[in-house]
């Protein structure tokens, strides 16, 4: 075969390879960065900003109290009537930062929720929590006990118990308290 043929065949054997090289891809496709990898199937598992929670804790159904969110459609993140969660302490002294949601059910609309909050034996009361959210904030003295890895451990008590179940909501037959939006310590002094 000579060399003129060869350089024929092989013209003629690029657009077949290109071909099936390309087979199943969009034109968007051609040329494109590379993308990442896929997300990991299954549902997520989140907590709300601010919670801090062990490498031992993810993944589980229930956390001290905190129920994470296990699907793309659920609410994060009720609590039951008593919960502990922990938050990263960076400086001191401290305003404690609470967003929750009192959601609006006629439960709640006719008995407004009550929450107290303790970190570092401070407690705090709050009451007359109608459905909406609420931003919650009390300086904390004295300065908390601190895990050894800065974590500073707050309780969470609600006064009314909620089951979505017994008040026609859903399914769900665990005893619910409130939803726990996001929680900080941060400097007494600090604007939002």
Request: hydrophobic fraction near 45%.
């Amino acid at each position: 075969m000579s060399a003129a043929s060869r350089a024929r065949a092989a013209a003629m054997l690029v657009p077949i390879v290109l071909a099936s090289c390309l087979a199943g891809k969009r034109i968007s496709d051609i040329d494109a960065p590379g993308r990442p990898a896929r997300p990991a199937t299954g549902p997520p598992w989140s907590v709300p900003p601010g919670v801090a929670v062990t490498a031992a804790q993810r993944g589980l159904p229930v956390v001290r109290g905190l129920y994470p969110a296990t699907t793309a459609s659920e609410r994060c993140c009720w609590i039951a009537p008593h919960a502990t969660v922990g938050t990263r302490v960076t400086t001191w002294p401290a305003e404690l930062r609470l967003d929750v949601l009192v959601p609006s059910y006629p439960f709640f609309e006719e008995r407004p929720q009550a929450l107290t909050v303790s970190v570092a034996g401070t407690a705090h009361r709050f009451s007359d929590l109608g459905p909406g959210v609420h931003r919650l904030r009390f300086d904390v003295t004295p300065a908390p006990n601190l895990r050894h890895d800065g974590i500073a451990t707050i309780e969470l008590t609600t006064e009314r118990t909620f089951v979505p179940k017994a008040e026609h909501v859903n399914a769900d037959v665990r005893a619910l308290g409130i939803i726990l939006l996001r929680v900080s310590l941060q400097p007494a002094d600090a604007s939002d």
